[in-house]
Nanobody
Framework: QVQLVESGGGLVQPGGSLRLSCAASRFTLGYYSIAWFRQAPGKEREGVSC????????YYADSVKGRFTISRDNAKSTVYLQMNSLKPEDTAVYYC???????????????????WGQGTQVTVSS
């Protein structure tokens, strides 16, 4: 069945960088848009970024614009999230999810995604 696996999380100091990966299997990644979400303790899951099928359009939450960059390599069945200038408030479990609607203006609605990865922990602390 459809599988998404996140990796690349860890503990970094404020101002540091991490690159997360979302690897897809058992389906063709190039047919779908992919979104990144995150969830901090005691908080609701929130949209971070979304990328369309060919990478032609990208979307970001205001809180990460200018610091995070989403990209994809369909030949490797992988979507990436490059995170720079990390802040303590970026601490969360990060998830990727499969989208059939091409991101758009409602990409951040959690309920429209049918397939999710297991999540990877990102901790930003000194």
């Amino acid at each position: 069945q459809v599988q998404l696996v996140e990796s690349g999380g860890g503990l970094v100091q404020p101002g540091g960088s991490l690159r997360l990966s979302c690897a897809a299997s058992r389906f063709t990644l190039g047919y779908y848009s992919i979104a990144w979400f995150r969830q901090a303790p005691g908080k609701e899951r929130e949209g971070v970024s979304c990328i369309t099928i060919s990478g032609g359009s990208t979307y970001y939450a205001d809180s990460v614009k200018g610091r995070f960059t989403i990209s994809r390599d369909n030949a490797k069945s992988t979507v990436y999230l490059q995170m720079n200038s990390l802040k303590p408030e970026d601490t969360a479990v990060y998830y990727c999810a499969r989208d059939s609607l091409g991101c758009g203006n409602s990409w951040y609605y959690v309920t429209r995604y049918d397939y999710w990865g297991q999540g990877t922990q990102v901790t930003v602390s000194s």
